[in-house]
């Protein structure tokens, strides 16, 4: 069994942190999204017709889940004159 290591050239070498934002199915490129180095996760549970509602709105405005949370709490901040 003859087996070849692959030659790779420089411009296909990913550094950490610096990758490409993938494309979508229809090509386009996504920027990262706002989230900082000193980012944490937000833990907490909600029913499955609240997931699926919030994963489908979240998809029909090709928006990242976390995005769509970050717009929905701009929102009723703004509702609520806190902001």
């Known amino acids: 069994m003859n087996k070849k290591a692959a030659t790779l050239?420089?411009?296909?070498?990913a550094i950490k942190g610096k990758?490409?934002?993938?494309?979508?199915?229809?090509?386009?490129h996504h920027e990262p999204s706002v989230l900082s180095a000193s980012s944490s996760p937000l833990n907490f549970?909600?029913?499955a017709?609240?997931?699926?509602?919030f994963?489908?709105?979240?998809?029909?405005?090709?928006?990242?889940?976390?995005?769509?949370?970050?717009e929905a709490l701009e929102?009723?901040?703004e509702k609520h004159g806190l902001r």
């Open 75 to 77: 929102a009723w901040e």
């Open 45 to 47: 549970k909600v029913d």
């Open 9 to 13: 050239s420089s411009s296909l070498v």
């Open 19 to 28: 990758a490409a934002a993938p494309a979508d199915a229809k090509g386009r």
């Open 55 to 70: 994963r489908q709105h979240a998809a029909n405005k090709d928006l990242k889940l976390n995005e769509l949370l970050r």
């Open 49 to 53: 017709d609240f997931r699926r509602r």
